[in-house]
């Protein structure tokens, strides 16, 4: 089980750093979006993830564990989740 120092998820638990985590816990834990999680894993600046079936993409959580660390931030477990950009747009009024 991870130590006390360990960074929780949003359901309050602490994050085992033998266990896998899934995109969504991944950006739970990282305040970033999914487009600048993809591009860090492209340019090697976040680790790669482990492909564990044709839809499935996991991140070792000792490596996302290590990621932390070594940015020096604070994981956001409360952090606000901002809208899709369906959302966004959808909100906007347009004048002629």
Same mark, same amino acid.
Request: charge should be positive; proline fraction near 8%; glycine fraction near 2%.
């Given at each position: 089980m991870g130590s006390p120092n360990s960074p929780r998820n949003r359901f309050g638990s602490t994050i085992d750093p033998a266990?896998?985590?899934?995109?969504?816990?991944?950006?739970? %834990?990282l305040p970033i979006s999914? $487009? $600048?999680l993809w591009a860090g894993?492209? $340019?090697?600046?976040f680790?790669?993830?482990?492909?564990i079936s044709a839809n499935t993409?996991?991140?070792?959580a000792h490596d996302i564990l290590? %990621?932390?660390d070594s940015l020096g931030a604070?994981?956001?477990p409360d952090k606000p989740r901002t809208a899709t950009r369906s959302?966004?747009?959808a909100r906007r009024t347009y004048r002629p």
């Open positions: 266990s896998l985590l899934r995109e969504w816990q991944v950006l739970d %834990l999914r $487009s $600048s894993v492209r $340019s090697g600046k680790p790669k993830p482990l492909k993409t996991a991140w070792r290590r %990621l932390i604070a994981p956001a959302k966004r747009l």
